[in-house]
């Protein structure tokens, strides 16, 4: 069922995704199944691990097709975080990233970096088998198996490490050409990898399904979903990019499964913010494809009253998406008649709203908001309707302090250097797109523009010391990131 070469090669330094369960009776057992460990020290301390995160993440955001889409970011960080409060030893903070990519998959690597395929809400029938990849990757994290991967090669074959780990990337932004890096790094060493990594998977299967349900989801999930993506490549050519990328063999599930029973019986429904969460990734980013089909609208019409709004909020996007204005109002006035704070409907009315050339609507209907002072994603609306509606200014100071709270948001600066230009700020405009570019890894580019912003400002003013302090934090930046370029 695998081509044991390719989908081993890439699990390991991937750090691997959801599988199987784990745990004993109807008790938590961590402390009663053996533990590899979370020794990696000899080769990275944790201010290491995080450091090298730092640098990939710039790069992932630079080379992948990452949606920045401020609810999906904001659902999936607050799914992946109630699952970390959950999980023993972590050592770093945890960032979830999603990606445009109709491929199911997923991986971690440094710093408590979670990378998600869209494809997964396609694939994923609730919200309890979403969690469950996630809980995987967060074990794959919190054992630090890809700091251990490394240190195993240091010590048993001429790994070169350091291009394995910039195949990462590749491996993410374009599957085939990832594992043909991954593949010609690695030759040679493949049995010690498919060990390795065999491992890995089934430690990060036990301390998952435990993170799972502490958390309050079904740990039946994983087995149900993996059986699942087996399933499906039974009848299919190609196995789902899953499990090219992580081994998974019979036993592995039958574990899975062993351990899930074991546990509690539980019914858990998905959260609301599942379904929006899945309307709108199927709906708004299928690579060209329409995957919010209307079988699945009508399944969720006839479902529980969760399934219902979603069904409702599914049509809205599909009329949005044909900019049948109109029929999305329509369609969305319901749903925001009973509920005008929600985030998710709020939102999509503002895009209405705009769509239509009703900006001072939707400021009104923000401002009444109860929330849009403290939910990210309501003050984003908020600017960039102010924006559009001719108020810079009053768009500039909710930017500065969002900026300020999130600095690591592409969307909060890209609106924000808008914003300033529509101002006549240059300085201000050069220096919000230098952190965009920051972000990025494009740090030479973001000194130059931050150089340029010092240039255009009053000599030895606290404006062009500020512009100066920066350059010097990301020309210390690029010293510590130097090593990880040549890989």
């Known amino acids: 069922m695998f081509r044991q070469l390719k989908r081993t090669l890439v699990a390991t330094l991937i750090a691997a995704l959801a599988t199987g369960p784990i745990t004993m009776a109807f008790a938590d057992s961590a402390d009663s199944l053996p533990d590899m460990g979370t020794s990696a020290g000899s080769t990275l301390s944790i201010g290491q691990e995080m450091q090298m995160g730092d640098y990939y993440v710039r790069q992932l955001r630079g080379s992948a097709p990452l949606i920045n889409d401020p609810l999906l970011v904001q659902y999936i960080n607050g799914l992946g975080m109630r699952l970390v409060a959950h999980a023993d030893s972590v ?3 945890f960032h979830f990233y999603l990606v445009n990519n109709d491929e ?9 970096n979670v990378v998600l395929h869209s494809a997964l809400f396609r694939y994923a029938d609730n919200e309890s088998q979403l969690a469950s ?4 990757e967060i074990s794959h994290v919190t054992q630090r198996h890809l700091a251990r991967a490394m240190e195993d090669q240091k010590r048993s074959a001429p790994l070169t490490w350091a291009g394995a780990l910039g195949s990462i ?3 993410m932004a374009s599957p085939q050409a990832g594992m043909a890096a991954l593949t010609g790094t690695l030759a040679g060493t493949q049995q010690g990898m498919i060990s390795f990594t065999q491992q890995n998977e089934q430690e ?22 993996l059986e699942k993506l ?29 351990r899930a029973n074991q546990m509690r019986p539980v019914v858990v429904q998905s959260s609301e913010a599942f379904y929006m969460a899945k309307a709108r990734a199927l709906g708004m980013y299928n690579s060209g494809r329409n995957q919010l089909t209307s079988d699945q609208l009508d399944a969720w019409a006839k479902g529980n009253v969760r399934e219902q709004r979603a069904a409702q909020y599914g049509r809205a996007l599909q009329a949005m998406d044909a900019k049948n204005y109109a029929d999305a109002a329509k369609n969305l006035q319901p749903l925001l008649s009973a509920d005008p704070d929600n985030a998710w409907f709020l939102d999509l009315a503002t895009d209405i709203d705009l769509g239509q050339h009703k900006s001072a609507d939707a400021i009104k209907r923000l401002n009444a908001a ?22 810079p200014a009053e768009a500039e100071r909710i930017l500065n302090r969002y900026t300020f709270s999130n600095k690591e948001d592409v969307n909060g600066w890209d609106l924000l250097a808008q914003t300033e230009a529509a101002l006549n700020h240059r300085d201000q405009e050069l220096a919000a797109r230098a952190e965009g570019l920051a972000l990025v890894g494009k740090l030479d580019q973001a000194i130059s523009l931050l150089s340029n912003a010092s240039a ?5 003013s606290l404006q062009q010391a500020r512009y100066d302090a920066r350059i010097d934090q990301l020309r210390q930046m690029q010293q510590r990131f130097k090593p990880y370029q040549k890989m």
Do not use: C, W
């Not at 199911?104 to 408590?112: D, R, V």
């Not at 990060?204 to 979903?225: E, K, N, S």
């Not at 109860?370 to 108020?391: D, F, H, I, S, Y």
């Open 204 to 225: 990060a299967d036990r301390i998952g399904i435990q993170v799972l349900q502490r958390a309050g989801f079904d740990p039946q999930a994983m087995p149900t979903f």
């Open 230 to 258: 087996l399933d499906q490549s039974r009848y299919s050519t190609r196995p789902p990019e899953i499990l090219l990328t992580h081994p998974l063999p019979e036993s592995r599930l039958s574990d899975a499964r062993n």
């Open 169 to 171: 990337l590749l491996a």
């Open 91 to 93: 050592k770093t903070p």
């Open 370 to 391: 109860r929330e849009v002072k403290t939910n990210p994603v309501l003050q984003l609306n908020l600017a960039n309707a102010l924006l559009e509606g001719g108020q």
């Open 456 to 460: 255009q400002v009053k000599l030895g």
């Open 104 to 112: 199911i998959n997923a991986f971690a690597f440094f710093g408590g």
């Open 133 to 136: 990849v996630m809980a995987h």
